[in-house]
Antibody, heavy 123, light 107 residues
Framework: EVQLVESGGGLVQPGRSLTLSCTASGFTFGDYAVSWFRQAPGKGLEWIGIFKSKTYDGAIQYAASVKGRFTISRDDSKSIAFLQMSSLETEDTAVYYC??????????????WGQGILVTVSP | EIVLTQSPATLSLSPGERATLSCRASQSISVHLAWYQQKPGQAPRLLIYDASNRATGIPARFSGSGSGTDFTLTISSLEPEDFAVYYCQQRSNWPLTFGGGTKVEIK
């Protein structure tokens, strides 16, 4: 069974850093992209970034709203991905999801998602 | 950035009725559009990719159509579990973007 589990969320002060983890199981992690999304309270979905599989092209892309502040990394040997968030702002408060990118060759369709984890940025 | 506009914002229907949801892109995205369903407190669920391809395990009552800038998600006969929010997502250009969502609620 394919599973993605986020961890590391919680309350953090503005300007501080936080790292989320996404632990995958039930599939060959290295063959798929991993992407991060977020959803502010009562709002819609926002794509944050993607790290394509190294077996494809290993490309990394970010949304403009987080570029330079957030970094996605992955350790295929441990089937885990990370979202390092720095200089956090109150507007970064959201539920964060990791997702598997696959289905199509470009790995930009997301067929399995974690349950989500809440990050609250507040003084 | 490609902007996706979903309409209507809310759709009030009864079980058994047909639901038609629209997603319009600010520029052509070929068929590079996906639809997701999200229920309260849950992660999104992939329904349709590349405009008209049902994802694994998705019931046949869900169908997608369109190309270029205009896309439609149709639920042929609403089941009680279909009342949720639906999002479209384009993968034609970076950044990947979502529409604002359509809430399908029970009338």
């Amino acid at each position: 069974e394919v599973q993605l589990v986020e961890s590391g969320g919680g309350l953090v002060q503005p300007g501080r850093s936080l790292t989320l983890s996404c632990t995958a199981s039930g599939f060959t992690f290295g063959d798929y992209a991993v992407s991060w999304f977020r959803q502010a309270p009562g709002k819609g979905l926002e794509w944050i970034g993607i790290f394509k599989s190294k077996t494809y092209d290993g490309a990394i892309q970010y949304a403009a709203s987080v570029k330079g502040r957030f970094t996605i990394s992955r350790d295929d040997s441990k089937s885990i991905a990370f979202l390092q968030m720095s200089s956090l702002e109150t507007e970064d408060t959201a539920v964060y999801y990791c997702s598997r990118g696959g289905v199509v060759v470009q790995q930009t369709v997301f067929d399995y998602w974690g349950q989500g984890i809440l990050v609250t940025v507040s003084p | 950035e490609i902007v996706l506009t979903q309409s209507p914002a809310t759709l009030s229907l009864s079980p058994g009725e047909r639901a038609t949801l629209s997603c319009r892109a600010s520029q052509s995205i070929s068929v590079h559009l996906a639809w997701y369903q999200q229920k309260p407190g849950q992660a999104p669920r992939l329904l349709i990719y590349d405009a008209s391809n049902r994802a694994t395990g998705i019931p046949a009552r869900f169908s997608g159509s369109g190309s270029g800038t205009d896309f439609t998600l149709t639920i042929s006969s609403l089941e009680p579990e279909d009342f949720a929010v639906y999002y479209c997502q384009q993968r034609s250009n970076w950044p990947l973007t979502f529409g604002g969502g359509t809430k399908v609620e029970i009338k």
